[in-house]
């Protein structure tokens, strides 16, 4: 038991170490919302954003962070969550941003809460300004540029 234990903290330690932008920021913008955010409130750093997700993942803060207590700020759990998806996959998304399809891109539109009939014309807009989205260094720069992007889209 403490082996795999020992196994899943590194494989997580190892993720968040390879998240561009996780030593950017404070907690609350890099983690989302939580316990976790909220012992950690105001620090900045890999370690601490680690040391959040962590507690966040073991008090089960997603309860929290779905109803939107627990130190989250109105619509801080779908910004956390378009803010992860962004980092985990923001290669494919600029592959598919540039190509105008794919999975990753459709599953994020629709995180943004753009209304499947406008859908293809919001995938268009992304691709218009693909190069002023993913000029951005951080995660949220460029989830501040896809939120511009898509704003005209979003009821």
Same mark, same amino acid.
């Given at each position: 038991?403490?082996? @795999?234990?020992?196994?899943v903290?590194?494989?997580l330690?190892?993720?968040v170490?390879? !998240?561009?932008?996780?030593? +950017?920021?404070?907690? /609350? /913008?890099? =983690?989302?919302c939580?316990?976790?955010?909220?012992?950690?409130?105001?620090? $900045?750093?890999?370690?601490? %954003?680690?040391?959040?997700m962590t $507690?966040?993942?073991?008090?089960?803060?997603? =309860?929290?962070m779905? #109803?939107?207590?627990g130190?989250?700020?109105?619509? +801080?759990?779908i910004?956390?969550?378009?803010? %992860?998806?962004?980092?985990?996959?923001? /290669?494919q #998304? @600029?592959?598919?941003?540039?190509?105008? /399809?794919g999975?990753? #891109?459709?599953a994020? !539109?629709?995180m943004?809460g753009?209304?499947?009939?406008?859908?293809? +014309?919001?995938?268009? @807009?992304?691709?218009?300004?693909?190069? +002023?989205?993913?000029?951005?260094?951080s $995660?949220?720069a460029?989830q501040?540029?896809?939120?511009?992007?898509?704003?005209v889209?979003?009821?």
């Amino acid at each position: 038991m403490k082996k @795999a234990l020992a196994k899943v903290a590194f494989v997580l330690s190892m993720t968040v170490m390879a !998240v561009p932008g996780a030593q +950017a920021g404070t907690t /609350q /913008q890099t =983690v989302g919302c939580g316990l976790g955010t909220m012992i950690f409130e105001n620090s $900045t750093g890999l370690l601490y %954003s680690f040391l959040a997700m962590t $507690t966040n993942a073991f008090t089960f803060d997603t =309860v929290s962070m779905t #109803l939107g207590i627990g130190n989250c700020p109105a619509g +801080a759990s779908i910004r956390g969550k378009i803010a %992860s998806f962004i980092d985990f996959n923001k /290669q494919q #998304l @600029a592959v598919e941003v540039a190509q105008g /399809q794919g999975e990753r #891109l459709a599953a994020l !539109v629709e995180m943004f809460g753009v209304k499947e009939s406008d859908r293809t +014309a919001a995938i268009s @807009a992304l691709k218009a300004n693909q190069v +002023a989205i993913f000029s951005q260094s951080s $995660t949220a720069a460029i989830q501040d540029e896809m939120d511009k992007t898509l704003k005209v889209y979003v009821s």
